[in-house]
């Protein structure tokens, strides 16, 4: 049995954006990179438990939209104050349209 | 064998300070002195979370373990009494001596006193920790609060009494709630949303007196009105603590006066967050004092650089932010550098004011939405800031056009 699960479509999410995705009772955030590649990590900033989907995406980094936390979201790494746990990643994949991840 | 490094103000701005000299792999003794009995903690949740929590919580900067391992000498409970600038030395109230090579002074700012006769027990204003817990006990579901000032601690505080089923009355002596850097438009949402959460806000009229027997508050206003509460808070803005820099001979000037590097008059003395005036370079070397949680952690970082030689000049945009109920209100920039604004509508009501100067360069954005709505759009107005840029107005109005497309322009 695949644990990978459907999240959007590619065409769901601009270039070097950002969306949220609710799955099983867990919230995640699913990015498309300015190089069109699909990215994931856990939705919520490790701060203060707000959605990083409401933040700004700028090249490779992820910021929390609340106190402006910061997290490299293809590796997860947290860039410095307030944020200093890094963020949790998960798999993509790109299948006929689909963006999928895996929820480990 | 070096001196080391010496912060006093053990708050946002000197703890971050401390993490960062080690962080930029400083290995001389650094003393961090505060006169808390807490480890360096966060402010902003004690008028947000931590007044609606059943037990409020210290948010920590940085745990006594990570202290421990940073090797950062922290001092409790104690107050800085003198600084000798020609031996390069602390005086604190303990009677210890502490040598320094650099000093950082992030002293924060105290609460403005309400310069009135009246004041007693049932009076009481918000900035520690201590503080907070003191208030936390009288917010009751029926007890009556009546809150002094509709600034942002103010409001904040008012949000959450609600939350608990408190009675609030918010008296604001100006004609409207947050006066000093929020513009009407948006300053009437959050008078409405207080409204229809039944927080009676009365505006535009002075206090003539107040009373306080220790069981009861009893204030009067200049129109004869009377209010009495169970507990009168009073959220009047805020002063600069400079009186160890004023006895060292530095130069205040509405707070520590620094150089863009965040140097006092004394080269080997800096100062950083809300106790210090500067120069704001964004602003053509405009001279302000801030008072917000942001400016602290990125001028008490600026400042462990320029301690250790970096020779770095602020440049950030000032931004602030508050919770109120569901609603959250951010600011990029200075709105009153402003001559004239343009209006965004965002989803779900949530709009923001950009703020243009006459030369049509972008000095200010002001949000205001449910959730985090304006959070991204206020990002990327704060770099526009930054970059001095003179967006099209109908570009900045239309939603249609995304503002990240104009930050490439």
């Keep these: 049995m695949s644990d990978w699960v459907e999240a959007c479509a590619t065409g769901d999410i601009d270039e070097e954006d950002v ?18 590649e699909f990215f994931a990590t856990d939705g919520l900033c490790t701060h203060e438990k707000v959605h990083l989907a409401d933040g700004l995406v700028m090249d490779d980094i992820i910021e929390c939209p609340k106190h402006n936390g910061r997290f490299n979201y293809k590796t997860g790494d947290a860039r410095g104050a307030p944020v200093c746990v890094n963020l949790k990643t998960y798999p993509v994949k790109v299948d006929a349209g689909k963006v999928l991840i895996r929820i480990g | 064998m070096a001196r080391g490094m010496v912060i006093i103000g053990a708050g946002e701005c000197g703890g971050r300070a401390a993490l960062a000299l ?6 001389g003794p650094v003393t961090l002195v505060g006169d808390e009995p807490h480890l360096p903690y966060e402010r902003p949740p004690l008028s947000k979370d931590a007044m609606v929590s059943e037990a409020p919580e210290i948010k920590a900067i940085a745990s006594d373990a990570i202290l421990a391992e940073k090797s950062i000498r922290h001092i409790h409970s104690v107050q800085a009494v003198a600084i000798d600038r020609t031996a390069h030395a602390v005086r604190l109230s ?11 002074l992030a002293t924060g700012s105290t609460p403005r006193k309400l310069p009135m006769p009246g004041l007693g027990r049932r009076c009481v204003y918000l900035r520690t920790f201590t503080d907070a817990l003191a208030i936390r006990a009288h917010l009751t579901a029926g007890n009556r609060i009546a809150i002094i000032g509709g600034g942002f601690i103010g409001l904040e505080l008012a949000a959450a009494a609600r939350k608990l089923g408190a009675a609030v009355t918010v008296i604001e002596a100006q004609s409207r709630i947050l006066m000093r850097g929020v513009p009407a438009e948006i300053a009437r949402i959050i008078h409405d949303a207080h409204v229809a959460e039944g927080v009676d806000i009365l505006c535009g009229d002075g206090i003539a007196s107040i009373a306080d027997d220790g069981n009861e508050v009893r204030i009067t206003l200049a129109d004869g009105q009377e209010i009495s509460a169970d507990l009168a808070v009073i959220g009047i803005g805020a002063m600069p603590v400079t009186g160890l820099a004023a006895e060292a001979g530095l130069t205040i000037d509405n707070g520590i006066a620094v150089d863009a590097e965040l140097r006092s008059s004394d080269p080997d003395i800096f100062a950083a967050g809300d106790c210090c005036s500067f120069p704001l370079t964004v602003y053509g070397g405009r001279r302000v004092r801030l008072e917000a949680w942001r400016n602290a952690q990125e001028q008490g970082a600026l400042a462990a650089r320029n ?21 959250s209100l951010q600011i990029a920039g200075l709105s009153d550098e ?5 209006r965004r509508d965002l989803e779900g009501g949530a709009f923001i004011l950009f703020h243009l100067a006459e030369d049509g360069r972008l000095v200010a954005a002001s949000g205001i939405g449910p959730g985090n709505a304006v959070a991204r759009d206020i990002r990327l107005a704060e770099m526009l800031i930054g970059k001095r840029a003179k967006p ?10 995304k503002l990240k497309s104009l930050l490439a322009a």
Excluded: C, N
């Design chain 2, 307 to 327: 301690m250790l030689g970096a020779g770095e000049a602020h440049a950030a945009v000032p931004w602030f932010w508050s919770d109120q109920y569901g609603l």
């Design chain 2, 338 to 342: 402003g001559r004239s604004t343009v």
């Design chain 1, 19 to 36: 969306m949220r995705f609710d799955h099983g009772g867990r919230t995640f955030a699913i990015y498309r990179s300015p190089d069109d």
């Design chain 2, 22 to 27: 080690r962080e930029l792999g400083y290995d």
């Design chain 2, 392 to 401: 099209a107005p109908e570009a900045l109005g239309s939603q249609a056009v």
């Design chain 2, 94 to 104: 303990d009677g210890s001596v502490l040598p320094y090579d650099k000093l950082l």
